[in-house]
């Protein structure tokens, strides 16, 4: 039983296998959207074979003499349009006008044999609604022209009494059946075009649906929320603003050079990665706006592009918070890093630049000193002017570095920011 039960199982996944390559003959080289229109004619092809094997089959059961010109008929049509795939392979298109060919000679024969009022013709509507699919959309003269001619024979032959061929001699009964058959089969066929369009359509629903939350998604990373609301609604149109006052900072890892030419590309991408997300929970903890990363290095704003009243606060919250991300860091991984940060308050312009990649940016002086307050900052420190850490003092504790002579500022008494007050 073992050995009978592995044989049909073995059977049944051959025939399985030879009947997907069957499916996609004719869709090497192809298109996506050719090719699973080819896979589409060559399943109704099959399934045309099929069923006229197994007509072919009853009616020599029910009465083989009298039968055996329509059943000879019916194996010679079903074999030939098991051609069909093979002439895609030529052309993807030659396949679909052979299967129409053949199939309105084979319905043409099949009521003249049978007469009118076997019902036979109403396998032509069952074509016509099968030839958009089969033809395709985008070739619509083809998918006109199969569909005009169905239904014009269907029509003909439905108002045309066409008698059976002479050499029958059938019980109505055998008629009756054809007809109730005809109709069965012919509505299957409908529905199953009809189905299958709107699978395909709902699919595609699904995949633009999904596709636009990724985008949305996308851009929402890119973006500020309301930037990116604004460019939704109005891609083309410039987007700038000026803010009063805002709080940028700058944070960069030290000795970042040597660490970098130390590891593999893997291990430092996967080390700034790391890294950089925790810095962006911190970002959304505050509501702050990370505006870029160079390199090591990442730009934070508060402010904007939405007016926070606290925005220096939330700043300094934040660079407190990166300094113990960093000591976790090391603690967690035993590799000792640094963060030199840079904050500095002021006015500022922010917009949106580019087109293919449109990204969010800030300028202005106050940017440019936020740089320098990291550039000649310390290690481990948080360093600002004095005009941010007025902003503060209520709520933070400093320490004076002393009057700093900044490279294309000039001198400035400089702050570290040491801990939060509350």
């Known amino acids: ?13 051959g025939i399985q296998a030879s009947f997907q390559e ?4 004719g869709t090497e080289g192809r298109s996506k959207r050719q090719e699973h229109r080819i896979i589409l004619t060559n399943v109704m092809v099959a399934t045309t074979a099929f069923l006229s094997y197994l007509h072919a089959i009853s009616f020599a059961l029910y009465d083989l003499e009298q039968l055996k010109y329509p059943i000879f008929l019916m194996v010679v049509i079903a074999t030939a349009i098991l051609a069909t795939p093979y002439l895609n392979k030529r052309n993807p298109y030659f396949g679909s006008v052979y299967n129409l060919l053949v199939w309105l000679g084979y319905g043409y024969s099949l009521v003249t044999i049978f007469g009118s009022e076997s019902g036979v013709h109403f396998y032509f509507l069952a074509g016509a609604a099968s030839a958009i699919l089969l033809m395709g959309v985008y070739h619509n003269p083809l998918s006109v022209i199969s569909t005009s001619l169905q239904i014009g024979l269907f029509m003909y032959f439905d108002e045309t009494v066409v008698p059976p061929s002479d050499a029958l001699l059938l019980d109505p009964i055998f008629y009756k059946s054809l007809y109730f058959a005809a109709i069965m ?40 929320a309301s930037i990116a609301t604004q460019l939704k609604q109005s891609p083309d149109q410039t987007i700038a603003h000026k803010h009063d006052e805002v709080t940028i ?4 890892i030290v000795d970042f050079t040597p660490r970098a030419q130390k590891q593999t590309a893997n291990e430092l991408v996967t080390f700034l990665n790391d890294l950089f997300t925790r810095f962006d929970k911190l970002a959304m ?16 704003a508060g402010g904007m592009p939405d007016a926070q009243p606290d925005h220096a606060k939330r700043v300094a919250h934040m660079a407190l918070d990166m300094l113990a991300e960093a000591a976790q860091y090391s603690a967690e991984t035993g590799d000792e890093i640094e963060l ?11 917009g949106v630049i580019g ?31 004095t005009g941010t ?28 920011l040491t801990k939060s007050r509350f």
């Not at 395909?200 to 890119?222: I, P, V």
């Not at 030199?340 to 922010?350: F, N, S």
């Not at 106050?366 to 307050?373: I, P, S």
């Open 1 to 13: 039983m073992g050995k009978q039960e592995t044989l049909y199982s073995s059977l049944k996944s």
């Open 185 to 224: 089969l012919s509505m299957m066929f409908i529905f199953c075009m009809v189905f299958y369009a709107f699978y395909q359509a709902q699919l595609a629903e699904d995949a633009l649906a999904n596709e636009l939350k990724f985008s949305e998604r996308l851009l929402a990373s890119m973006l500020p």
């Open 340 to 350: 030199r940060i840079g904050i500095h308050t002021g006015p500022a312009v922010a």
């Open 249 to 252: 900072l700058f944070a960069d």
């Open 389 to 416: 850490k007025q902003l503060l003092e209520k709520s933070f504790e400093f320490t004076k570095r002393g009057n700093i002579d900044i490279k294309g500022i000039g001198k400035l008494d400089l702050w570290y």
């Open 22 to 25: 069957w499916l996609q003959i």
């Open 355 to 385: 087109s293919q990649k449109p990204f969010y940016d800030v300028w202005g002086d106050t940017v440019n000193t936020a740089a320098r307050m990291e550039m000649h900052g310390t290690s481990g420190k948080i360093q600002m002017t």
């Open 285 to 300: 903890k505050y509501e702050l706006e990370k505006i870029k990363t160079l390199g090591d290095a990442i730009m934070v």
